[in-house]
């Protein structure tokens, strides 16, 4: 991470430098508001880190406030701060519904703050490290089981992310080589031609979609890894900082302060322990399962194969409009199922996931069935 040495370097201020400062103290102002919104929002568990957070943009705030002095030029005063209507709306769909449901947008807004730092040849490095620190400390609330003062359980629901992408593998893999075998099917071609056509568009898809599931799990496996170089950075060279980050993570958690302080210190103090700790708890992710490339790429490949076999199975042993038939009867029970799984893992009702998959399939499939006949008569 690309740090700039701080306000001791910096150029003679001019007018975009104000300008630039005013804008740093109203977004800082802005946060340390918002913070302390949702803290009178939260229960015990959650209270104490947003009032952390808040003094903590309260600190960055004054900084640009100074930097503003130093150059002649007098801030607003912080009472006469109004809220944007962005910070009032979010506060109002925390006040209604769940602070879980605003936390995502915040956690985006921190890791703008964190590049905006980055880019600034003014702002001191703590503050990089500060709001990348807010956001993580703001992905895990989102991870982890919180409760609210009711005693109401938020949470995000299992994904079942392995599960998901197999089915949509297995979906796409089922509709468009549906949709291409009608095609053949409708420009009235013998039988081992739709054979062939349905088979390769078996191997293509499937070849591809495990190549390009290669790619993405070997790009997400190295930006992994080099977020856990960057954190093994970070507690050899910013022990203290790492250590502060704990503290907030584990007060989100619901530990007291003494509590968090104690425990973040006896994990800070070996750094192979820190290390699978911050790797865990601030990045969210198993340093011991970053994924592997092959097995995603394999299982892509199965996935979409399974899916794309189904309507070719009648052409293995049959021909004619049998083979046609039986085919589309196969793809639309396959279309059923596919619906029905992913009705329960969306926690949707089953009919109308059921019929939108018919409609999508059945759509892709008659309009290439109906393209294959006019093309084929077209040629013919």
Do not use: C
Request: avoid cysteine; proline fraction near 3%; charge should be negative.
């Amino acid at each position: 991470m690309e740090l700039h040495p701080g306000p001791a370097a910096r150029k003679p201020i001019g007018k975009k430098d104000i300008e630039r400062y005013l804008t740093h103290v109203n977004s800082e102002r802005e946060a340390a508001a918002l913070y302390r919104g949702l803290a009178a929002l939260s229960g015990r568990k959650r209270r104490e880190a947003f009032e952390e957070l808040a003094e903590i943009e309260d600190r960055h705030a004054a900084f640009w406030v100074e930097q503003l002095r130093q150059a002649g030029v007098t801030a607003p005063a912080a009472e006469d701060h109004r809220l944007s209507p962005r910070t009032v709306q979010l506060l109002r769909t925390a006040r209604r519904h769940s602070t879980d449901l605003v936390l995502p947008v915040i956690e985006r807004d921190e890791r703008e703050g964190m590049n905006a730092y980055l880019d600034d040849p003014d702002a001191p490095e703590h503050f990089v490290f500060e709001e990348e620190a807010h956001a993580e400390l703001l992905g895990d609330m989102l991870r982890d089981v919180h409760a609210d003062e009711s005693g109401e359980v938020w949470h995000r629901a299992d994904k079942s992310g392995t599960l998901r992408a197999t089915i949509f593998g297995v979906n796409d893999g089922l509709v468009s080589n549906t949709a291409l075998v009608m095609g053949f099917a409708g420009a009235a071609t013998d039988n081992k031609t739709v054979l062939l056509a349905g088979l390769s568009g078996l191997l293509a898809g499937a070849f591809s979609m495990g190549a390009g599931e290669y790619i993405s799990m070997a790009n997400q496996r190295e930006a992994y890894e080099r977020e856990i170089a960057i954190e093994r950075d970070e507690i050899e060279f910013l022990p203290e900082d790492e250590l502060r980050e704990l503290e907030l993570i584990y007060r989100a958690k619901g530990m007291d302060e003494v509590e968090a302080h104690d425990i973040a210190t006896r994990v800070m103090s070996d750094k192979d322990v820190a290390l699978d700790t911050m790797v865990r708890e601030e990045l969210g992710l198993d340093p011991d399962d970053l994924g592997s490339p092959w097995k995603a790429a394999g299982s892509s490949f199965v996935a979409f194969a399974l899916g794309a076999i189904i309507v070719v199975i009648p052409y293995l042993f049959l021909g004619g409009n049998a083979a046609l038939v039986l085919g589309v009867s196969l793809a639309l029970l396959a279309m059923v199922a596919v619906g029905v799984v992913m009705a329960n893992l969306n926690g949707r009702p089953v009919l109308r996931s059921v019929v939108r998959q018919l409609v999508v399939g059945v759509a892709a499939a008659g309009t290439t069935y109906l393209l294959g006949t006019l093309l084929g008569s077209a040629l013919g």
